[in-house]
């Protein structure tokens, strides 16, 4: 059974609920701290929040924390790492994924359902998805 490391910074928020969404989803997970090791962990969820309150830019600060090394590592295993919200920001800004943050065109909260077509099946995410499906997903 897969345990997930769900690292919380300060200001992390739904660091609970997604523990119990694993749990529910038939793994194992614990919430770190994240001046902690992420040894033993065969995954890692980044829950959303405002994690040091977004000062600077939504997850630099975050994003240069140590603990993101060993997330870099993880993710080098081809290890499942996922970030929710901020925790999508916060991998962003790491570098661990690419391309950078900018704001709305429209300066304004956008909350939306979008369509997205399915690349590669080949993910924990996607592989119950047939390669160019069109699934709907919420984004706010």
Known sequence: MPKFAVIVFPGTNCDFETVEAIK???????????????????GVVLP???????YLRAGAISARAEI???VKALASEDK?????CNGFQILTESGLLP?????????RFLCKWVYLRVNDTQTAFTK??????V???PIA
């Open 68 to 70: 993101m090394e060993e």
């Open 24 to 42: 529910k989803a038939g793994g194992k997970a614990e919430r770190v701290w994240y001046k902690s090791s992420l040894k033993d962990f065969d």
């Open 48 to 54: 959303g929040g405002f994690s040091y309150a977004d």
């Open 128 to 133: 119950f998805y047939e390669e160019g499906e």
């Open 99 to 107: 391309g950078a943050l900018r704001p709305n065109k429209v300066p």
């Open 80 to 84: 499942p790492i996922l970030g929710i």
């Open 135 to 137: 699934i709907r997903m």
